[in-house]
């Protein structure tokens, strides 16, 4: 059962992805400028890692879809909710990587008007936790470090990127 809701769920995540490059395409036809093209790499490289280090651990353990994997399962619910939250709350200046307009606009609205960077604490940590809770897969947690390394430097470089913008 892990496998098959790790799978809906990867799937969703292909449809972020699907949006994501729509707007890169989008803002480069505009004039975006990308920034920490390096870090967002190594980000996407060890969020996948996360996701397949655990759907092989479900696939060769057959973890109990028990409490402990619930909570993953609602984690990644509330996950998900918060990423199309925040799709819906920036709309096309929305993607995985840092792309800059000349005239960007700072968003202040929706979530972002309660939390700062809702995408990395409320969307991205509690998807990866979930889906190790879900999957049992708790040797994968270990990649959470180096990601959390990774997911602070690009925190960094966004704030550096839009420090000139209002």
């Not at 769920?9 to 390096?38: D, N, T, W």
């Not at 969020?47 to 280090?53: K, M, P, Q, S, V």
């Not at 879809?65 to 993953?72: R, S």
């Not at 897969?137 to 839009?162: G, S």
């Given at each position: 059962?892990?496998?098959?809701?790790?799978?809906?769920?990867f799937?969703?995540?292909?449809?972020?992805?699907?949006i994501?490059?729509?707007?890169?395409?989008?803002?480069?036809?505009?004039g975006?400028?990308?920034?920490?093209?390096?870090?967002?790499?190594?980000?996407?490289?060890v969020?996948?890692?996360?996701?397949?280090?655990?759907?092989?651990?479900?696939?060769?353990?057959?973890?109990?879809?028990?409490?402990?994997?619930?909570?993953?399962?609602?984690?990644?619910?509330?996950?998900?909710?918060?990423?199309?939250?925040?799709?819906?709350?920036?709309?096309?200046?929305?993607?995985?990587?840092?792309?800059?307009?000349?005239?960007?606009?700072?968003?202040?609205?929706?979530?972002?008007?309660?939390i700062?960077?809702?995408?990395?604490?409320?969307?991205?940590?509690?998807?990866?936790?979930?889906?190790?809770?879900?999957?049992?897969?708790?040797?994968?947690?270990?990649?959470?470090?180096?990601?959390?390394?990774?997911?602070?430097?690009?925190?960094?470089?966004?704030?550096?990127?839009?420090?000139?913008?209002?």
């Amino acid at each position: 059962m892990s496998v098959a809701i790790l799978g809906f769920f990867f799937l969703v995540r292909l449809y972020s992805l699907s949006i994501s490059m729509k707007h890169e395409r989008l803002l480069i036809a505009q004039g975006a400028v990308e920034h920490g093209a390096r870090n967002s790499k190594y980000l996407a490289w060890v969020h996948i890692l996360i996701y397949l280090l655990s759907f092989s651990y479900a696939v060769i353990y057959h973890p109990p879809f028990d409490k402990i994997a619930q909570a993953g399962t609602l984690l990644l619910i509330g996950s998900y909710i918060v990423l199309f939250w925040v799709i819906h709350t920036l709309g096309p200046i929305w993607t995985l990587k840092i792309y800059i307009l000349k005239e960007h606009k700072v968003i202040k609205t929706g979530i972002f008007k309660y939390i700062k960077h809702p995408n990395y604490f409320l969307n991205i940590i509690p998807e990866l936790i979930g889906v190790i809770l879900l999957t049992h897969a708790y040797p994968a947690a270990i990649l959470l470090l180096p990601y959390a390394y990774i997911l602070f430097v690009r925190i960094k470089q966004e704030e550096r990127a839009m420090s000139h913008l209002k």
